[in-house]
């Protein structure tokens, strides 16, 4: 090992043994497709093996962003890669796309090998619940740009889709039902709010009670995924339209699924409101109507349907561990109207 590089705060030989330790997460994500080629300076994989006549490849990269400050405050690190999964799957998700790989990238203060090995333990997490193949990624020790204690962490995935069943939203007509699914609490979108108003403005204890759970607990409560569950009413043909509701809530996000001229009408209490939401609201005295402008409100998911297929598609969602809930439909108004 080199003794000036030490000196200067990179130890290689701590990235050996997080490298080491990670080859076994790596190995529960194989899927059809993925090659032995791990540790290679590229990821491989093998397209051949699929059976689409007409791929189209589509892609999504996405971090996690400043969730990241509560698993550095309460020192849990092993489910934040979930989150960095679900952001890319859930986008790619949205257009239609089987999700086939994932590289993640890791900058790190100080290379741990405990920690490094927890978050790349949740990557794969993610990975086995997407059903996607994690074939690299980068871990770069950075001291002085992150303290010994911080990270970060984004990823990268790519997926397919027929190009006949690509989820566009030409597809969409108005008088289409919206189908909403739960989602699992905050996801991970929303944090520098979450973070001003419980620790900044009142100074809260992470380790507090929160229902069953602690406080710190109930905000990393991992982004949902939402692959095994939808992907097959996509190859179906039962879905119009998807829109995965992360930064900028129901406002910014509904309307990248529906074509210029039309809109959406969201009927408020048609879904159950986690308590985080009400808890935030009540504390940071945060006006209803700018909530659906930042958080899920407990959806994470959208799904446009023809109103013929309502029922096929929630009892499908249903049998399959999702928590759907008709909230909407698509209107000829332009905008987002919540009500």
């Not at 997460?25 to 051949?48: K, P, V």
């Not at 620790?199 to 229902?211: E, I, Q, T, V």
């Not at 407990?298 to 109103?307: E, K, Q, T, Y």
Request: with cysteine; glycine share 10%.
């Amino acid at each position: 090992m080199s003794e000036h590089y030490a000196k200067s705060g990179v130890n290689l030989q701590a990235g050996y043994e997080s490298v080491k330790r990670i080859r076994s997460h790596i190995e529960r994500t194989r899927r059809l497709g993925m090659m032995d080629n791990i540790g290679s300076f590229g990821g491989l994989f093998d397209l051949t093996r699929l059976n689409v006549s007409e791929p189209v490849l589509i892609s999504g990269t996405d971090g996690v962003g400043t969730k990241l400050k509560i698993a550095f405050l309460t020192g849990k690190h092993d489910t934040i890669g979930i989150d960095a999964v679900a952001m890319c799957v859930n986008d790619i998700l949205a257009q239609g796309a089987q999700p086939l790989f994932f590289l993640d990238y890791i900058a790190i203060g100080k290379n741990n090998p405990d920690t490094v090995e927890a978050i790349v333990k949740g990557v794969a997490d993610g990975c086995v619940s997407a059903n996607c193949a994690l074939i690299g990624g980068e871990t770069a020790e950075m001291p002085d740009m992150y303290s010994s204690d911080e990270y970060d962490i984004a990823g990268f995935c790519v997926g397919v889709a027929e190009k006949s069943k690509l989820i566009l939203p030409s597809h969409v007509n108005t008088g289409d039902v919206i189908i909403g699914l739960a989602s699992s609490g905050l996801h991970s979108n929303g944090f520098s709010l979450v973070r001003k108003i419980l620790f900044k403005d009142h100074s809260l204890d992470p380790m507090m009670k929160f229902g069953e759970q602690t406080l710190g607990e109930t905000l990393l409560t991992p982004t949902r995924i939402y692959v095994r569950a939808v992907l097959p009413l996509i190859q179906q043909c039962k879905i119009h339209g998807i829109a995965h509701i992360t930064g900028g809530g129901f406002v910014e996000n509904a309307p990248r699924c529906i074509q210029d001229e039309q809109g959406i009408l969201i009927h408020k209490g048609t879904w159950p409101i986690p308590p985080i939401f009400t808890f935030l609201a009540d504390l940071g005295r945060i006006p209803e109507d700018q909530l659906y402008q930042v958080f899920n409100m407990g959806i994470g998911m959208m799904l446009i349907v023809n109103p013929k297929d309502v029922e096929e598609v929630l009892e499908y969602l249903r049998s399959h561990h999702e928590h759907p809930y008709v909230i909407g439909e698509v209107t000829d108004t332009p905008g987002v109207v919540i009500r």
